[in-house]
């Protein structure tokens, strides 16, 4: 079955730790990978896509993710996490297989202890 | 900058009542989607509109419809709401795909449903 899925559902983390949130999917043809972060009371906003061209995509904040095809992969990273950072995070793929409904993974929840 | 606004933040409903959760964008976006977002499981897709009077289901329709009437407004109905529905509800819009659906969506804040 077509999914996307997070390895990790909760991530405790010491402020400039570094931070990789796993994101896969099993979506075939030409996909489009996005990156949402959700902040405590917050809507849902787009940290960062890819859609073509480099695979490594830097987004707001100093988020980077890098589309691994051949892996199916889209991880989420950031080298140094500070406490504002807390907030839950998810992965979305559209598919040109799937009518570009965006699907989301589980979400991750990550904890940045100050 | 799109603003997504959902009608009600917090909505407290009766076992088999009919339930309608309004959504409405102002940046003339064509495509509109409605998920539901629980603990552990993300966000599921209920249903989406591609244009006005259109209507996809998305992965958990069941006990769901959905209306457009107008461009700018997408409404969620619970046509007898359950106790399983109790959830937080977000409405989202998206431009057009163009060239392959590499638009964001951009969401509303959300409605927090419970159904007792």
């Known amino acids: 079955a077509q999914s996307v899925s997070q390895h990790n559902h909760h991530v405790i983390l010491s402020e400039a730790a570094s931070l990789e949130l796993g994101c896969n999917y099993s979506?075939?043809?030409?996909?489009?990978l996005f990156w949402y972060v959700q902040y405590p009371g917050q809507h849902l906003q787009l940290l960062l896509k890819y859609f073509s061209g480099d695979p490594l995509v830097k987004g707001i904040k100093g988020f980077e993710a890098e589309f691994i095809k051949s892996k199916f992969s889209f991880n989420l990273r950031k080298p140094s996490v500070q406490w504002s950072d807390t907030a839950e995070y998810f992965c979305a793929v559209t598919s040109s297989s799937n009518t570009g409904k965006l699907i989301f993974g589980q979400g991750t929840t990550l904890q940045v202890k100050p | 900058d799109v603003k997504v606004t959902q009608s009600s933040r917090y909505l407290v409903k009766r076992t088999g009542e009919k339930v309608f959760l309004e959504c409405v964008q102002d940046m003339d976006h064509e495509n509109m989607f409605w998920y539901r977002q629980d603990p552990g499981l993300g966000l599921r897709l209920i249903y989406f509109?591609?244009?006005?009077?259109?209507?996809e289901k998305g992965d958990i329709p069941e006990g769901y419809s959905v209306s457009r009437e107008k461009k700018e407004r997408f409404s969620l109905i619970l046509e007898s709401a359950s106790t399983n529905q109790t959830s937080m509800y977000l409405c989202?819009?998206?431009?057009?795909?163009?060239?392959?659906?590499?638009?964001?969506?951009?969401f509303g804040n959300g409605t927090r449903l419970t159904v007792t």
């Open positions: 509109s591609y244009d006005v009077k259109m209507k």
């Open positions: 989202a819009s998206r431009p057009p795909p163009g060239g392959g659906f590499a638009s964001p969506l951009h």
């Open positions: 979506y075939g043809g030409t996909v489009n």
